[in-house]
């Protein structure tokens, strides 16, 4: 059995008393700096990948890849609390979380994400180690024309996901995936819609437009009705103690990150979006998917679960890709292929022959750190909900003050400050309008890779657009999209066929 | 022709509006061929298609229904998007503790009548927070003190 004992020699090293000790402190340390709006995953890495250096190669690694998931769940927690996400991922989570916690569920919303992604960190370990060299090659299939039909999926499932109108959600989207045209060109080196500023050569961060659009935009909302008048987010909170699901919550909540689970482990090993996208395909899976659709974005609880298995499934099979081909999913990636370099290590296939103990510790090491998130989060999530017990009119300021200097330290410039509060004077205005902010996000964040893989493809069919249909993957993808898009348009039609009729 | 839903009709603007100032910026890339597109290609489609979504949102506003201009609250619109810009401006000259200090007191003329020793009091604790988690636990490179003076 192939599969035992390469979990068997995953768990002797990554059970070791220094990898676990390592993998405990880059969890925590993940957690604590992802709880700080502002500072990102890639800061915390970037931060810390000096004291590395002197660490052998599997424990550097070990001790990364906490911080890397750390940081994601300390994502969820200001997703949920503050309405702030601090990963692309977190935008999904903010949409019923955020909900939740206002209605003083922030407690059960936060042991969802919990729970739900320990339980997705568990199957995607074992599915690594059973499919991992197998499931490598599927990103091998993918070529421009794919990953651009993937891209379109990803949009179309924002799309869904909004409340409101479809048809302003698209706007929203394409307003978005200008945003993410901001900056150089990669391709001819033109300046974008810079205005000549400097500090827009390199594009605007994801940090400043979602810290703007969602955090600020809502602390300006949250100011706008008097403390006496504001729904209080303590009010119906259990006070401190043992947190734990109503049978209904988890009855919901189960099924949803099974789902989530499956559609995370299978995207992840796409690089480029392939976890975050999952997360997006999650949340529209599973509004489309329930009887009581009104109940999403107002606190459903299989908003949280669903994306949030899907996103941590998808962290952890991203590394796949990573480690087998040596293709970065994302800049914590490409931050981890530097620091196997720096110990003289090839990511590449021959990884998991040369370096077993490596490669299967490190996925046992996943584990082993998804179970120590959740011992150490679940007495944490009491103090998290206390905080929110505090007045808004001085919580309020803390949080200005923590995203504005967690913003600047994006690149050092006041320019990520001013831009971020442009953003959320923007944000503000069209949640007034009844936009959604989540789609916009998404847009920019996939932007840039869509117009990317748009030039590719185009480049090898020499300009032609039948391509993307011509392709039996890239065709499969656009008609789960298309149908997306039809079924949610149908009931709308239908609706308004009664009216006149 | 009665706006009905100004909501709607702001919005298609709005998006009509970033549409247009995208697409004549755009127009000055080079355009290239679908085959070889050039830096324009690609925002000058985009922003085109912004444009038409636009003009159906703002065209939705004029169906039935009579929708109520939502009231925007601009004390505390202009008070917080400014603490945040004074923030960013003077952080460099300032320092870190003084610049904080100044964007709580500005945010804090979001609401009338807020006691001043609470916000003085918050100010000088905000202040003193994020320096001890920014300047000194993560050890992030910025001035903690003003330069004059």
Redesign the interface.
């Known amino acids: 059995m192939d599969l035992l004992h390469n979990l068997e020699l995953g768990f002797s090293v990554a059970l070791t008393l220094k990898n676990i000790l390592y993998c405990f402190t880059g969890t925590l340390i993940g957690t604590l700096i992802g709880v700080l709006p502002g500072i990102g995953t890639p800061t915390a890495i970037a931060l810390l990948l000096p004291f590395t250096y002197g660490l052998e190669p599997t424990t550097a690694l070990i001790m990364l890849a906490g911080i890397y998931y750390g940081a994601q769940y300390g994502c969820s927690t200001t997703s949920i609390l503050i309405n702030i996400p601090g990963e692309p991922s977190g935008v999904v989570t903010v949409l019923d979380g955020y909900q939740m916690a206002r209605q003083g569920k922030a407690g059960e919303a936060l042991l969802t994400s919990a729970l739900g992604s320990f339980f997705a960190g568990c199957v995607a370990t074992i599915l690594i180690a059973a499919f991992g060299p197998p499931l490598a090659n599927v990103a091998f299939k993918f070529g421009p024309a794919e990953y651009f039909s993937l891209m379109i999926l990803g949009l179309i499932a924002a799309v869904v996901l909004a409340r409101g109108s479809v048809i302003k959600a698209v706007g929203m989207v394409i307003l978005g995936i200008l945003f993410g045209l901001v900056g150089t060109d990669m391709k001819t080196g033109t300046q974008r819609f810079t205005f000549g500023w400097v500090e827009l050569f390199d594009g605007i961060d994801f940090v400043v437009i979602a810290m703007g659009i969602l955090g600020i935009a809502e602390l300006i909302t949250n100011l706008e009705v008097a403390e006496e008048n504001r729904e209080s987010f303590a009010k119906s909170t259990k006070s401190l103690g043992i947190w734990r699901l109503s049978r209904d919550d988890f009855r919901r909540a189960w099924p949803a990150a099974m789902r989530g689970t499956a559609i995370g482990s299978g995207l992840g090993v796409l690089p480029g979006g392939g976890a975050l996208i999952s997360a997006f395909a999650s949340y529209a899976l599973e509004k489309r998917l329930s009887k009581e659709r009104e109940r999403f974005g107002k606190g459903a609880i299989e908003g949280v679960a669903g994306p949030e298995s899907a996103n941590n499934a998808g962290a952890q099979t991203s590394f796949i890709p990573m480690l087998t081909m040596g293709i970065p999913s994302n800049v914590v990636m490409a931050l981890m292929i530097g620091a196997l370099m720096i110990h003289n290590i090839q990511p590449g296939p021959q990884v998991m022959s040369k370096n077993p103990d490596l490669f299967w510790g490190l996925i046992a090491s996943m584990w082993v750190g998804n179970l120590m998130l959740v011992v150490f989060n679940l007495p944490l999530i009491g103090v998290w909900v206390k905080l929110l017990t505090v007045k808004y009119r001085l919580l309020g300021p803390v949080i200005l003050a923590v995203c504005s200097i967690g913003v600047y330290t994006v690149s050092n410039s006041s320019a990520c400050v001013l831009l971020m509060a442009l953003f959320g004077a923007l944000g503000y205005v069209l949640v007034k309008l009844d936009f959604e902010p989540a789609p916009l996000l998404l847009g920019f964040i996939l932007g840039p890779m869509l117009e990317d893989n748009l030039r590719r493809a185009m480049t090898i069919s020499r300009g032609d657009p039948s391509v993307f249909v011509t392709r039996p993957l890239s065709l499969i993808l656009l008609g789960i999209a298309l149908l997306l898009l039809l079924a949610m348009l149908v009931p709308s039609i239908a609706k308004r066929r009664e009216k006149t009729f | 022709m009665k706006i009905r839903d100004p ?2 009709f ?2 298609g603007s ?2 009509i509006g ?1 549409g247009l100032g ?1 697409l004549l ?2 127009r000055t ?2 355009m290239g ?7 324009g290609y ?2 000058v489609l ?2 085109s ?2 444009i038409v ?2 003009i ?2 703002a065209a ?1 506003g004029f169906k039935s229904g009579e929708v109520k201009l ?1 009231k ?2 601009w004390r ?2 202009i008070m ?6 004074v ?3 003077i ?2 000259g300032a320092g ?1 503790l003084l610049a ?1 200090f100044v ?2 007191v500005v ?2 003329l ?2 009338p009548g ?1 006691s001043w020793i609470e916000t003085l009091v ?2 000088v604790a ?2 003193a ?2 320096s001890a ?2 300047y000194f636990g ?1 050890k ?3 001035p903690l003190l003003p330069k004059w003076g």
């Open positions: 909501k709607n702001l919005g709005l998006l970033f995208a910026i755009a890339y080079k061929t679908a085959f070889r597109m050039g830096s690609f925002p985009l922003s298609l912004l979504i636009g159906i949102v939705l939502p925007i609250a505390q619109l917080i998007s400014a603490s945040v810009a923030f960013g401006l952080l460099k870190l904080t964007m709580v945010s804090r979001a609401r807020y918050l100010g905000i202040s927070f994020c988690i920014f993560l992030i490179q910025m």
